[in-house]
């Protein structure tokens, strides 16, 4: 199984929710920065939300401050984001991964990402 498999996205009308779980495995999730992030066509893929290691905090671009919520469950090995208010220029390939505590790039392979589409 790859390292990181993200779910939960899908069409959803602006102003509406969205759940989206990062399912991870081989690696110590608990002891991870990690992170979401998202691309649209043409763009670079772009760091939106990030959580620290248990206890640590959590940050987040000023475009979805306010309006997403970064979570994790240790346990399960899962980490969250959780949007509200969808706009439709949060429509993007959303990914998840775990980052490097000095730099904050990206540690592991990329997986497949899930799709949000916000559209009326």
């Known amino acids: 199984q790859a390292p990181l498999v993200e779910s939960g996205g899908g069409l959803a009308q602006p102003g509406g929710s969205l759940r989206l779980s990062c399912a991870a495995s081989r690696f110590s999730f608990a002891l991870y920065n990690m992170a979401w992030y998202r691309q649209v066509p043409a763009k670079e893929r772009e760091l939106i939300a990030s959580i620290e290691r248990p206890g640590g905090n959590s940050n987040y671009v000023d475009a979805v401050k306010g309006r997403f919520t970064i979570s994790r469950d240790n346990a399960q090995y899962t980490l969250y984001l959780q949007i509200d208010s969808l706009k439709p220029e949060d429509t993007a390939v959303y990914y998840c991964?775990?980052?490097?505590?000095?730099?904050?790039?990206?540690?592991?392979?990329w997986g497949q990402g899930t799709q949000v589409t916000v559209s009326s």
């Open positions: 991964n775990a980052v490097s505590t000095s730099t904050t790039l990206p540690l592991f392979p």
